[in-house]
């Protein structure tokens, strides 16, 4: 009777220390993102909507201790506009992300966001690997791109090329030349201003804002910008 008791004991507890080894291990690695232009952050999107973030509240697992961080962040928003994937946000009132940064939660503060994530069972996602970013640090061009650039690009394809010369493989392809410039963001730097944008031959370009036309280049070096 005693060994079964140990033996249940002990199966116990090495199965508490497995599970701490695992969420401590969770904890300590770093949340990791892909480099990605601002256009394929937002074509890989569920939705994609400008809201005023009003409170936040955080809500946590009972069967896990708070200590490990392993809660979510819920977003009390507001929403302004949505500029993809209005049929899945209907009524949208809470924005989800995880607690930890290493799991690639983002904190947000007051104010009005660009927010671009995922609609999973428990409601609409962000992460730091998303689109996500302060209204106000947006130019005129790239709210130009929200609204309809962007979308019009989505069946293009943006590549990098690392090596000179750098030309197209298929006719709707943009090229980077460089990621410098993208992913993450600095301080003060806007996101690049560019966007892919396929025309009636089926072909794919970048244009660049401002008042001109799209170029008939589809070769961007975004180190240049």
Known sequence: MMMKMCTGVCVTGGLL???????????????????????????TA?????????????KRREDINPMYGLGKVQYEVQVIKVFKGSDRIKDLQHVYTHEMSSMCGIRLN???????????????????????EHWDRLSLTQKKNLK??????????ISTCTEQPCHPNIKNECILTDWSSLWPFEDGE?????ACIRHSDGSCSWYEGGTSKPSDQNTTDMSEG
């Open 17 to 43: 220390f497995f599970m701490c080894v695992c969420l401590n291990q969770q904890m300590l690695e770093a949340c990791s993102c892909a480099s990605a232009h601002p256009q394929q952050l937002f074509c």
């Open 46 to 58: 569920d939705a994609v909507l400008r809201a005023e973030i009003t409170g936040e509240k955080i």
């Open 110 to 132: 007051r104010g009005q966001y660009l927010l671009s994530g995922s609609v999973m069972s428990e409601g609409f996602f962000i992460t730091l690997c998303d689109f996500v």
């Open 148 to 157: 309809y650039r962007y979308q019009m690009g989505c069946n293009c394809t």
């Open 190 to 194: 806007p996101v690049h201003e560019h």
